[in-house]
């Protein structure tokens, strides 16, 4: 079972170099460490960004932090049954 918190951490980590406020997901791309294809591992779950990004709403554009986008690609993923 993935641990939400470190998922979380993983993806604060990786979004937080952005630089907000973002307006769209390819405003993320330059502060992933690995582009595109940077994982989010925990558990069983993995997935890459470029996944999220297309298994997920994306968000709700704009974002002033990366903490604030970062509860909503959880929360989708909750209620998408991935988390």
């Not at 993995?46 to 999220?52: K, P, Q, R």
Request: overall charge negative; proline content about 7%; glycine content about 8%.
């Amino acid at each position: 079972m993935a641990d939400e918190d470190e998922i979380r951490e993983q993806m604060i980590d990786a979004f937080e170099g952005a630089d907000y406020p973002i307006s769209s997901p390819m405003d993320l791309v330059p502060a992933l460490p690995n582009g595109p294809g940077t994982k989010f591992e925990s558990g069983e779950f993995s997935m890459t960004a470029m996944e999220l990004n297309t298994k997920t709403s994306g968000g709700d554009f704009p974002y002033d932090d990366a903490e604030t986008f970062v509860d909503d690609i959880i929360d989708d993923l909750k209620d998408q049954g991935e988390l």
